[in-house]
């Protein structure tokens, strides 16, 4: 099956931390690009750079080719999708729906059978990397849903990033997600914890990296996130509010398949901790603040 053509009309609902930098790199492949966003102030650097901006998502649906969501929350995506002024109502035929907020694989289902019934075609296609990765195109993208939609929205989402798998039906991408997800909670324990042993052993913490970094311990979380522990730039990349949002939706999971996850559950708790403190509005390399008191 041939891939979309460059005169596709894209529109992409959610222009956030990551939402902003994906909607950029379809804008410079030179896709015409519809945005729309609840603060529509967080649009207005994409609108300079040639985006047209909509106040409903209705319209934008009535005129896009391709929808991508990059929401919230798993009932982000259920009132952009299904609401009476959402995707489902306004969308034309045909139209190509790509879910890349991560969210519930149950919820994935439900958009990939609504939109078979109503001749749309949808992708559930959650995405990691974090701000750095959405920023430099680089993001890894995790795919659920039919081989030939996915075929034909291969170039789009090759705008977006470069580690792009299939990894199965409807479902499949959120469940790989979740995946991701359940390996980086622990492992942010542990560069948490190896960023504090080194400054309460009296180590320099830059030098400590440089060794560790480059050895077993490596990890994209090691290089990417302790360097802003020991500056102290606790910003969001990824928000401390979103990941509790996906282990929470790992944990339930996990416990719908009957696998205990005793390092998730642990990484949860901590994570709770440190949102009831004030700081679900910070990075997910806050939870460095718990261990260097």
């Known amino acids: ?54 106040e409903r998502v209705a319209d934008l649906a009535r005129e896009a080719d391709v929808v991508i969501t990059m929401v919230g929350y798993p009932r982000d ?26 969210s519930t694989p149950s919820l994935a289902k439900r958009i990939y059978e609504q939109a078979r019934d109503k001749e749309m075609h949808a992708l559930d296609a959650p995405v990691s990397g974090g701000d750095i990765g959405a920023r430099e195109a680089r993001l890894t993208i995790m795919v659920g849903g039919d081989a030939d ?17 299939l990894q199965g039906p409807a479902g499949a991408g959120q469940h790989t997600k979740m995946c991701n997800q359940i390996a980086i909670a622990s492992n942010m324990m542990g ?8 400054r309460k052993a009296g180590l320099n913490p830059e030098s400590v990296l440089k060794s560790i970094e480059a050895g077993a311990a490596g990890s994209w979380s090691l290089s990417n996130l302790a360097p802003r522990m020991i500056s102290g730039n ?44 004030g700081e679900e509005n910070s990075g997910t390399q806050a939870l460095f603040k718990l261990y260097d008191r």
């Open 191 to 198: 560069v948490c914890e190896a960023m504090a042993y080194a």
């Open 149 to 165: 939609t996915f075929e034909r929205v291969r170039p789009i989402l090759e705008r977006m990033g470069t580690n792009i798998v």
């Open 234 to 277: 606790f910003e969001p990349g990824f928000y401390v509010k979103h990941f509790i949002k996906d282990m929470g939706i790992a944990l339930e999971a996990a416990k719908e398949m009957e696998l205990d996850t005793p390092g998730l559950e642990l990484a949860k708790r901590l994570y709770d901790q440190l949102a009831a403190s």
């Open 1 to 54: 099956m041939t891939a979309l053509h460059e005169q596709t009309v894209i529109g992409f609902i959610g222009t956030g931390v990551m939402g902003k930098s994906m909607a950029g790199h379809l804008l410079q492949a030179g896709y015409r690009v519809l945005v729309y966003n609840r603060t529509s102030a967080k649009a207005a650097e994409l609108v300079s750079r040639g985006a047209e901006v909509k």
């Open 77 to 102: 995506v259920e009132e952009v999708y299904f609401g009476t002024h959402g995707i489902f109502e306004n969308a034309k035929t045909g139209t190509y729906l790509i879910d890349m907020t991560t």
